[in-house]
């Protein structure tokens, strides 16, 4: 069976793409994260609760905090992106849901007046959107090189608050010279699916 999206978009997304480790110096843009924005803020979440929130590092000073954070590995690539965005988890994400889920806007107070019950559903839920979020970059003909491999303490304490969870730093811009490490395996059909 084949997909109804056409094969290069999907080769775009997904069987070309990879996280890239260096990029061109060439600028990316607030109109073409905006593109981004208004593309992966369709991808589902439970009670539409859209808990991600994306600080962009675009100045000097900034960048030069933000790598100081960084793992020593991925320093270099930090500090070379056009692009740095750090996407965190939003812990207050119910105040926007009278907005965001009209049709139960009591879903504030019955399920996420505690904070535990929050903190669980912002994890998964912002790290939902940061993958729709690194679909997008790739969508927008740009790469997305990804990172977990930072002090995420100096990096909330630094760039955030007590009320927002950092997941991840992710660079973004057009691959550079030698970006790319060789493909990774993959598990196959058969190690992954479970019919029952």
């Known amino acids: ?16 793409a990879r996280t890239a480790n260096t990029f061109t110096d060439e600028p990316v843009t607030d109109e073409q994260v905006q593109a981004i924005y208004d593309l992966v803020k369709y991808g589902p979440t439970a009670f539409n609760q859209s808990p991600l929130r994306i600080t962009l590092v675009r100045s000097a000073e900034a960048r030069e905090r933000l790598v100081q954070h960084m793992a020593e590995g991925n320093q270099p690539k930090t500090a070379a992106a056009p692009l740095v965005a750090i996407l965190s988890a939003d812990n207050e994400f119910h105040e926007e849901l009278p907005t965001l889920f009209p049709h139960f806007p009591q879903a504030k107070d019955v399920f996420f007046a505690e904070r535990p019950a929050r903190e669980g559903a912002a994890a998964l839920n912002a790290a939902l959107q940061a993958a729709y979020f690194i679909i997008g970059v790739r969508a927008a003909g740009l790469a997305a090189g990804p990172m977990t491999g930072l002090d995420f303490a100096g990096v909330q304490k630094e760039f955030l608050d007590d009320d927002h969870t950092p997941l991840m730093v992710v660079n973004i811009g057009k691959p550079g010279e030698d970006a790319w490490f060789p493909r990774s395996p993959r598990l196959a059909y058969e190690d992954v699916i479970t019919t029952v």
Do not use: G, I, K, N
């Open 1 to 16: 069976m084949s997909l109804v999206l056409d094969p290069a978009a999907q080769d775009l997304l997904f069987r070309e």
